[in-house]
C-alpha cells in the first residue's frame, strides 16, 4: 500500500510536468507534432528492454484491439495537446479530472457493469463540478476547454479498451504497442503540420517523451500495489502542482470556480473509485468463498 501511494505521488509531478513541458514546446510547435515527438520518444524506455529480452513482450493476440487503442490513444492526444497550448495549465488539469466520469458512464454503455444510485449521483454531480468550471451562458465556452474535455470523453474509451487488453497482455506490452501504433497515427499529421524544431524544441521534446511514458509505466505499478480507491485521492495533487507551474512558468493564476469545479469532480471521481473497489472486493471474496468447500473436500 504505502509503495503505491508513494508512485502515485511520483506520477502527479511527473504528468505536471510533462503537461507543463507540452504548454512551453507548443510555443514552437505545432501541437500535432509535439504529439508525434511525445509517442515517438516515449518508445525509447523499452530499448534497454528490447536490447536484453528481445521483442518477446509484444507477443499478443489482440493485434486488433491494440490498434483501435493506439487510433483512440492518438486522437484524445491529439485533442489534449492542441486545447493545453491554449489553456491555463489548473484549467486543463481540473477538466481533465472527468475522464472517470466519462468511463463510468461508458462502463455500463461498453461493458454491461451495474451502477447504483450511489455511483449515479457522484457520476451527475461530477459533471456538475465540470459545468462551474467552463460556466457555459455565463462566460464564453472557449474551444480549448471543449477540446480537453473531449480528449477525456476518448481518454475513457481507450481505458476501457485498455481493461479489455489486460485481461490477456502484460501492460509492458500494452504500453508497448500504444508507444508504437500512436507513433504511425501520428506521423501523417506532424508530416504535414511540420516545422524544424530548434535544439532547445528536440530536447524539450525527448524530455516529454520518457517523462510521459515513465510515468504511464509507474501509475500501472502504483495500480498493482494498491487498489485505486487507495491511492485515487492523491491524483488531487496534479492541480496543486499545476497551479504552482502555471504561476512560476506562465504567470496564470487558477480563479475560484477552477477550485471549485476541480474539487467537486475530484470528489465524485474518488467515491467511484472507492465504491469500484468495494465491489471488487466483494466480489474476489465470493469467488474466494465458492472455491474454498471444493478445496477442503
Known amino acids: 500500500m504505502t509503495r503505491g501511494i508513494i508512485l502515485m505521488l ?27 515527438f511525445r509517442a515517438a520518444f516515449g518508445a525509447l524506455i523499452f530499448l534497454p528492454h528490447i536490447f536484453g529480452n528481445g521483442f518477446g513482450f509484444l507477443r499478443t493476440e489482440q493485434l486488433g484491439l491494440h490498434l483501435l487503442r ?28 472527468t475522464s472517470p466520469l466519462f468511463m463510468a458512464v461508458l462502463s455500463v454503455i461498453i461493458l454491461g457493469e451495474r451502477m447504483r444510485i450511489r455511483r449515479w449521483t457522484a457520476t451527475l454531480l461530477g459533471f456538475v463540478g465540470m459545468l462551474v468550471i467552463v460556466r457555459p451562458g455565463f462566460i464564453e465556452l472557449d474551444t480549448g476547454s471543449i477540446m480537453i474535455i473531449a480528449s477525456s470523453a476518448i481518454w475513457a474509451v481507450t481505458m476501457i479498451v485498455i481493461k479489455v487488453l489486460l485481461r490477456t497482455d502484460t501492460s509492458f506490452s500494452v504500453t508497448g504497442y500504444a508507444s508504437i501504433f500512436v507513433s504511425l497515427f501520428a506521423l501523417p499529421p506532424a508530416i504535414y503540420f511540420w516545422q524544424n524544431p530548434s535544439l532547445d524544441a528536440w530536447m524539450w521534446m525527448v524530455f516529454v517523451g520518457v517523462l510521459g511514458a515513465s510515468a504511464q509505466f509507474l501509475l500501472a505499478e502504483a495500480l498493482r500495489e494498491a487498489d485505486a480507491g487507495a491511492i485515487m485521492p492523491f491524483d488531487f495533487l496534479k492541480l496543486v502542482w499545476a497551479s504552482l507551474f502555471g504561476f512560476y512558468l506562465f504567470a496564470e493564476i487558477p480563479d475560484a470556480y477552477t477550485w471549485l469545479g476541480a474539487s467537486i469532480i475530484f470528489s465524485s471521481g474518488c467515491y467511484i473509485a472507492y465504491r469500484e473497489s468495494v465491489v471488487a472486493r466483494k466480489e474476489r471474496k465470493a469467488a474466494t468463498d465458492a472455491v474454498e468447500p471444493t478445496a477442503n473436500t
Do not use: W
Open 70 to 97: 493506439a487510433f483512440l490513444n492518438a486522437v484524445s492526444m491529439f485533442l489534449f495537446f492542441t486545447g493545453l497550448a491554449v489553456t491555463a495549465l489548473a484549467k486543463v488539469t481540473a477538466l481533465s479530472f
Open 10 to 36: 511520483v506520477t502527479t509531478v511527473m504528468f505536471t510536468a510533462m503537461h507543463a513541458a507540452i504548454r512551453h514546446v507548443t510555443k514552437e510547435l505545432p501541437p500535432l507534432q509535439a504529439a508525434f
